[in-house]
């Protein structure tokens, strides 16, 4: 398209004159550099979104003690377990205050339990489960969840890694809950990977471990044990298990969550059908050997799952009872 013309100015001499450009190109080139713009701003907010970190869980504080949880039930109101920790179970050591047995053989594993409610009838010879809720603290919204969703008889694991530990130890124990502490132990030959940095492991020595788990037994008060996946990660007779010894000296359970008598994962699927299922093979496996021990994370799904689970377990001939009341108070499980 030509934007000249020619003028003859009668001195046979042809001027070119500029023709105007059309409105159109105007119209046309205003859209596209508009449309550019909404590209380029959309394609910048799209970005931003994917780069920021969430916020929503591991920055929300605990609940304040003294504010009532909205969505606490009544039904396990008056439930609590007395305040931890018993002054005659506490040794003082520069790390913190560690569990110990007290001078007259009382031990944290047997304080810090919760009680089996006694039954009669027909209940009292039926099969007994329990149920470990591991992970707990980390995420502060799915721990309230399962704290205030899940029957008093059900158990819960702190990980040691957990932001005002205390006081979420604290209030799980005040709705009735018994507290294990969640040791992270690393993979064969790893001496971090996703356990985290103080994770237990063989690539260190007994001394490390030893000042690792130290730093764990330390970081909250009342809890009837340590549980972990220690046989099917690390070596009987390696540096961990001989820093593990320590957890028995000082009265408290050691639940192994590997090996032969590891408990039953019950959301290895995460999805309803497969929760279910696994619930009913917990149910199968109690049947079978008069007792039986189920684990789950604190993921919403498995903690509605094991919820509404729960509800109906007496009126199927079983009951539910607190991990501790299917384990040894002074060994190795």
Known sequence: ??????????????????????????VWGAAALFTLAGLSLSGYLILRARMAVPQAVVSMAWPDAGIPLASRSPTYAGRGLKPAPDPRLVEALPIGLLPKIADDGTRPAT????????????????PRIAVLVTGAGIGHLATVEAMVKLSPDISIALSPYSSDIERQAADIRGEGHELFLDMPVSQHDEAYGSAGPSALSDTFDADINHNRLRWALSRLSGYVGVNGHFLDRVKGDGPVMAALSEVGERGLTL????????????DVI?????????LAQLEQNARMKGQAIGLA????????????????LTARGF???????LLPSNGVQ
């Open 319 to 325: 009951r539910l009872v607190p991990v501790s009341a």
């Open 297 to 312: 994370g604190t993921t919403p799904l498995a903690i509605d799952r094991v919820k509404n689970w729960s509800a109906g």
């Open 255 to 266: 639940f192994d969550l590997g090996g032969e008598k590891a408990p039953l994962q019950l």
């Open 111 to 126: 304080v810090y339990a919760r009680p089996v409610a006694p039954v009669s009838g027909p209940l009292a010879d039926s």
């Open 270 to 278: 995460l999805q309803s059908q497969a929760i279910d299922k696994a």
């Open 1 to 26: 398209m030509s934007l000249t013309t020619t003028l003859d100015t009668g001195a046979g001499v042809s001027v070119k004159k500029p023709r105007a450009l059309p409105r159109r190109v105007f």
